[in-house]
């Protein structure tokens, strides 16, 4: 099945610590180093760097929550809360409350992550995943490798696709011409 361009991407933890650990690489060219606790690697960074390319463009938007302050709180970083804190108010600001940009549908996808069918996410991927769906974007953006060996069954079920970076940009870049 084709995919199509994500509009809205939400921002897993992990793939929010990358574009901190290798914001260098990411957002300036530098060479990738191998650092930070995100698990990125370079391929993970090159596509970052194409995402963020891309996005400079206003072709999406970047979306975290509060379950995500959370998960990043955690880590005890305080460098890294403040930056996630940056990243949220700037999604906040990005979304114009005045013309409606939720429509609701998310709220029932949502309330079916309560069923037995998905009981191979974790406490905290089921969160950020609910928050996803409320916040009705298109893509989970993930570092890790595991959730996305479900992205099959949570893409036909939550209409959600849970993608790592390289298969994000594979999706944009098609799209680079018509921009």
Known sequence: MSRHRPLRLFLDSNALQALLDHGGAVYEGELYQPRGRSGADNNDVLALRGIMLFARRGAFEFALSSNTLREVDATGDQSYLRWAH?????????VDLAVRPFDGS?????ARLGGG?????????????????VLECDTFLTIERRLPRNAIHLRRELGIDVLRPPEVWDLLQPHLKGL
């Open 86 to 94: 940056d990243v949220l108010d700037h999604w906040e600001a990005c």
């Open 106 to 110: 998310g709220v029932g996808l949502a």
């Open 117 to 133: 069918a998905f009981g191979y996410l974790s406490r905290e991927d089921a969160l950020l995943i609910r928050d996803a769906l």
